[in-house]
């Protein structure tokens, strides 16, 4: 097909976006999009409803999911595609998931309350993942800080004052469950992990592919991937990570797959479901 572009890197309300599922349909066929993987942080419920809803917009839709890894002390997003929403497996990895967050958000607003901001834990508001960027919102709303910038540089970013770690799943046993469901697996934005020679080391793990392409990636820095991605033969990915107004300088298919790589990703999901 002519024109074929899919993002499939973003955010919906089920986890720190601000566009529901159906507005992310939307918004993807408003602007010429043919394909899309809504890949929410730690879970796959956007799905419960997304599908219907591509059907209905007519929009081609992969299930994805951005889990949140830790290896060796740092943070590591994997985006993975492509598996059975329905699989057990990843349903319960996803609600031990939740349930980590809960107590590492609950350590946060501890964290704040004793720094004389105090969040009460029911202002917090998603459809199901709640994250830092909703702390953030909260911050705001109290006037404890003006931006959401503002609330990670000064307090709830990696390392912050008011940061809590909480328990963590290691990116190994997260590549790990992606096999085991069949799932393809993706380092995301290679260039947000905090040195090059650990995506290196990271690669000796089982992983299918790079997200080369990315919101505001300079080309320096695509080619740098795009190289690595050729010499191991690994999937070349892309995707904005949109979030909405809470990342407003990113709109949704600001990088783009093409249909050969989108139908890589449809085949290995046909393989699962069928
Ligand atoms: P969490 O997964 O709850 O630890 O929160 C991390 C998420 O916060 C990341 O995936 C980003 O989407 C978001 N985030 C991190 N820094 C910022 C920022 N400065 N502004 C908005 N969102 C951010
Ligand atoms: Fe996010
Ligand atoms: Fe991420
Ligand atoms: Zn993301």
């Known amino acids: 097909m002519k024109n074929f572009r899919a993002d499939i890197h973003c955010h919906s309300t089920y986890s720190d976006g601000t566009f529901t599922p159906e507005e992310l349909i939307l918004e993807a066929k408003k602007i ?10 730690d879970t796959i419920n956007a799905y419960d409803e997304a599908f219907a809803l591509a059907q209905k917009h007519d929009l081609e839709l992969i299930p994805g999911i951005e889990f949140s890894t830790v290896y060796n002390g740092k943070s590591i997003h994997i985006l993975a595609y492509s598996f059975d929403v329905h699989d057990p497996r990843v349903r319960e990895f996803c609600e031990r998931h939740q349930r980590r967050r809960t107590n590492r958000n609950r350590a946060i607003l501890e964290k704040l309350r004793s720094a004389g901001m105090p969040i009460e834990e029911k202002e917090l508001q998603s459809t199901s993942t709640v994250g830092r960027p909703h702390i953030a919102q909260a911050m705001i709303a109290h006037g404890y800080v003006s931006s959401i910038n503002a609330a990670f540089n000064q307090y709830i970013g990696d390392n912050k004052s008011c940061y809590a770690t909480g328990d963590s799943f290691s990116t190994e046993e ?11 697996a993706v380092i995301a934005h290679p260039h ?6 650990t995506v290196q080391q990271l690669l000796a793990l089982p992983f299918d592919g790079i997200e080369c392409y990315y919101a505001k990636l300079n080309p320096s820095q695509e080619k740098r991937w795009l190289k690595i991605a050729k010499e191991r033969d690994l999937l070349i990915t892309g995707g904005s990570d ?13 990088s783009w797959i093409n249909e050969e790589t989108f139908s890589r990703l449809k085949e290995r999901y046909v393989e699962n479901t069928t």
């Open 242 to 254: 949109f979030h909405g107004s809470v990342k407003p300088d990113i709109p949704l298919g600001c």
């Open 32 to 41: 010429g999009l043919s394909g899309l993987s809504i890949t929410d942080h």
């Open 174 to 184: 997260t590549v790990e469950l992606i096999k085991e469901i069949n799932g393809i």
């Open 192 to 197: 947000l992990v905090y040195s090059p020679g």
